[in-house]
């Protein structure tokens, strides 16, 4: 558990699957045993055939080494009053004391991860290909982690690097005399495959094993990876179904006589609160969440004991009944290395299987109220060296915090900012002759901050924040569209494959139109209401439009906006958006938050 204990009141619930019908308890099947099969397993000096298993497990770190600055590091926390309580948490020095501490007293412990943890980095990460992350992670023991799509952003051929070690292809080694290791842990991809091999591009799965205690773990990131991935990133691989896949490896696992697995999986599910101590299986197991991972643990075989999740960035501890109807928990931990999950597995000696009755979960604030890890922080300070030069350089000038990942409003007022300056790069006829610019809500990583993270001063937006913000160095693309077009893309903000979760792309300014979420589909975008620069869209008129290549290869479900012509190359999205920063404020004049008055919503 965390080192700094929270009341009992405020603790975020411990799920148990201990009172289900008609199942055995741990304690019944010891006394069902007969004379002699018992063995001395729990470390509490009292025969048992049975051992508890401390899992820990944690997702979507995204190399947030240090603690995530503003909203992005903070998570919610319902007070016994019903009131919610925001709580700073997160840093890898943090976590590392978290994990070290809540591992004391329990001789069989693994660690395990949902996949993310590397990719749309700060800087300190970034930087470096996220090497100092992958360092990091071997400093907290990591047994084992699934992919995550971000484990893709530059290519299988950089994942495996990382896996592997080896120095950069390009930039070389960071440190002289030191080559880069790569990772202690197995990276598990077992729904990721070659296209012309059709084998698994890393290994499907991995074994735990301690003193004849064996737990099987199968990695899987989401299927719909390609859509959330730059084309180069998932170049020449397939992503299969993830219940087929899991199911499948389950299965291989069992007839090598592994009966204990875990399912590591990059998807999750959005649970009707936001906050970490929210009780999902209220009033029934897992009434309270929704989402793509509700299917998928209905769906993945009874085999697998427990599933840890990610991607959706949330917190939960649910139990989602399996196929047969029995209880399975389902959990996943917030995101940047906020929170991780305890959870107890009972393994049973002779069945070689997991009481699946006896598993018990909780997720725990990485509470910055706690001694940091010498050896993290030494970690940090080393790849700090090397970064400084460029991290600190200032941008320009803001005189409020600009909100980006840390707005839950569908117009964000850093997602103005963000297509503004795309737009002004842009709208040069010789630099593309852009009329609009759409950025992709998921691309603004952070938020940008009025006070000071560093010695810059406060208001002052360094390199180092403007890198976190927009990570991924997306090269600009200006294309050609119909009117048609256009307005096809909107409506496939609410529609399609986005209809059940919108992504509602940042348009810049000019371009203004009503969405009304009292309807459905992609009658959302209310079409005689959309204009640019006050006219209304000509569907048959041609508009130059700026976008990242995310975008205009199609990313995210918007096929209207991959089907652009004429297209030019620019400067990346970085690179403009600090131009933007340094020729808009001064010490004098700082920049303040735009407002929100693109997109008119009616709920």
């Known amino acids: 558990m965390s080192a700094t204990p929270h009341p009992q009141k405020n603790r975020a619930p411990r799920r148990v699957l201990a009172a289900a019908a008609g199942l055995a308890t741990v304690g019944a099947l010891v006394a069902a045993m007969p004379a002699g099969a018992h063995d001395r397993g729990h470390g509490h000096g009292h025969p048992s055939r049975t051992v508890d298993v401390q899992l820990l497990s944690f997702n979507d770190l995204h ?17 016994a009053d019903g009131t919610v309580k925001s709580v700073p948490a997160g840093g890898v020095e943090y976590l590392a004391t978290s994990l070290r501490t809540a591992r004391k007293g329990h001789p069989y412990s693994v660690t395990a991860a949902g996949g993310d943890m590397v990719g749309a980095s700060p800087l300190l990460s970034g930087l ?3 090497e100092p992350t992958i360092e990091a992670l071997n400093g907290l023991d990591l047994d084992v982690t699934a992919v995550g799509n971000h484990e893709f952003d530059e290519g299988a051929t950089e994942l495996a690097r990382l896996q592997n070690g080896g120095c950069h292809p390009v930039e070389g080694c960071y440190e002289k005399d030191k080559k880069f290791e790569g990772a202690d842990f197995p990276y598990l991809a077992a729904n990721v495959t070659d296209e012309k091999t059709g084998k698994p591009i890393l290994k499907p799965y991995t074994v735990w094993k301690k003193n004849g205690v064996r737990i099987g773990f199968i990695g899987v990131t989401l299927e719909g990876t390609p859509n959330i991935v730059t084309a180069n990133g998932v170049k020449g691989l397939k992503f299969h179904d993830e219940i087929e896949t899991v199911n499948k490896y389950a ?3 069992d007839r090598q006589g592994v009966k204990s697995i875990v399912a590591l999986i990059h998807e999750g599910g959005a649970p009707a609160s936001s906050s970490y101590n929210y009780d999902c299986d209220s009033p029934g197991a897992g009434d309270g969440i929704s989402g793509p991972i509700t299917d998928i643990a209905k769906g993945i075989t009874p085999k697998v004991d427990a599933l840890v999740t990610g991607h959706t960035h949330q917190a939960y501890v649910c139990t989602i009944p399996d196929p047969s109807g029995k209880p399975r928990m389902v959990t996943s931990a917030s995101s940047f290395g906020k929170v991780y999950t305890d959870t107890t597995l009972t393994y049973d000696r002779r069945t070689k299987d997991i009481v699946r009755t006896s598993v018990e979960s909780a997720n725990h604030v990485v509470s910055r109220d706690q001694a940091k890890a010498t050896d993290m922080t030494a970690l940090i300070a080393r790849w700090n060296t090397l970064a400084a030069p460029i991290a600190g350089r200032p941008q320009g000038f803001i005189s409020a915090d600009i909100n980006g990942r840390g707005s839950t409003a569908p117009e964000k007022p850093l997602g103005n900012l963000i297509a503004d300056a795309q737009l002004e790069g842009l709208a040069p006829a010789d630099k593309g002759g852009a009329v609009v610019a759409f950025m992709n809500p998921g691309g603004i990583r952070s938020d940008l901050v009025y006070a000071a993270s560093g010695s810059e001063g406060d208001g002052v937006v360094t390199y180092g924040e403007a890198f976190t913000v927009q990570p991924f160095t997306n090269m600009m693309n200006v294309v050609d569209l119909t009117g048609a077009q256009l307005v ?12 059940a979760s919108p992504k509602i792309l940042q348009v810049s300014k000019g371009l203004t139109y009503t969405l009304d979420m009292t309807k459905s589909g992609a009658e959302r975008v209310v079409a005689d209401t959309i204009r640019l620069n006050g006219e209304a869209i000509d569907p048959a008129k041609t508009y130059r439009v700026a976008m990242n290549e995310f975008l205009a290869g199609g990313g995210d479900g918007f096929a209207a906006l991959g089907a652009g012509t004429n297209k030019l190359v620019g400067p990346s999205d970085l690179d403009l958006f600090n ?18 008055d693109r997109i008119t919503i009616v709920q």
């Open 128 to 130: 470096f290909h996220d």
């Open 63 to 79: 190399g947030n080494l240090e603690p995530p600055a503003g909203s992005a590091g903070t998570v919610s926390e319902t007070q």
């Open 488 to 499: 096809t893309a909107l409506q496939q903000q609410v529609s399609g494959s986005n209809e």
């Open 579 to 596: 131009t933007y920063l340094a020729a808009h404020s001064t010490v004098a004049a700082p920049l303040a938050p735009p407002a929100t």
């Open 251 to 253: 299965k291989e696992l």
